[in-house]
């Protein structure tokens, strides 16, 4: 079946940088738009960044500038690199493609990512 498999996450001080790799399998990679979400304790899940099948980037405004997510189409991957991070940055990123001609959605397991002093 397909899967989605993250990886990248852990503790890292305030201030410091984590890239997140999730690998995908069993699809045809260039044809889904793949984002990253997190989701915090108590909080809902948010988009924070998406990358289109031809490379079209977006970003959630508390991460422009900090963030960079971008894909490698020859290795069915796609990265978050984040930058100058923030406590609120605390959450579970998850890793998530969709289907540019059916809309299907396809969801990794999520990785924890912690930043703390």
């Known amino acids: 079946q397909v899967q989605l498999v993250e990886s990248g996450g852990g503790l890292v001080q305030p201030g410091g940088s984590l890239r997140l790799s999730c690998a995908a399998s069993?699809?045809?990679?260039?044809?889904?738009?793949m984002g990253w979400y997190r989701q915090a304790p108590g909080k809902q899940r948010e988009l924070v960044a998406g990358?289109?099948?031809?490379?079209?980037?977006n970003y959630a405004n508390s991460v422009k500038g900090r963030f960079t997510i971008s894909r490698d189409n020859a290795k069915n991957t796609v990265y978050l690199q984040m930058n100058s991070l923030k406590p609120e940055d605390t959450a579970v990123y998850s890793c998530n493609g969709n289907n540019d001609y059916s809309h299907v959605d396809y969801w990794g397991q999520g990785t924890q990512v912690t930043v703390s002093s």
């Open positions: 069993r699809i045809i990679f260039t044809h889904y738009t």
């Open positions: 990358i289109t099948s031809g490379g079209s980037t």
